[in-house]
């Protein structure tokens, strides 16, 4: 699936079995909550947190998959085409960052 793809399907649901977009505050504000469990997974699972019995059960591409599907939602709702977006991103990055890492010490 194309990022073009994941936009329309993602349009698709919410105006077939959706009722609306919720509006762009909101949306932001379900983004932060389910990036927030995405750290709690990486910070229990990954990082020095103990992780309790009910955390082993958490599912973190099924909370990565929530993040996108918000993005996807926010992309749509201002019009954005993640697309392009993404490819001016990586052109950006390519000009401005080509060899900041590799000359980082702090990487090597």
């Given at each position: ?29 379900i ?66 960052d ?11």
């Amino acid at each position: 699936m194309t990022i073009s793809e994941a936009q329309k399907q993602v349009d698709e649901w919410i105006t077939t079995k959706g009722v609306r977009y919720f509006s762009e505050l909101t949306n932001m504000a379900i983004l932060t909550e389910e990036v927030g469990e995405v750290a709690r997974i990486i910070a229990r699972r990954y990082g020095e947190q103990s992780e309790k019995e009910s955390d082993k059960e958490a599912d973190l591409a099924d909370e990565l998959a929530d993040v996108l599907w918000v993005v996807l939602c926010l992309a749509n709702q201002t019009g954005t085409d993640l697309t392009s977006a993404l490819q001016a991103n990586f052109r950006k990055k390519n000009l401005r960052d080509s060899d900041r890492h590799r000359n980082n010490p702090k990487l090597h």
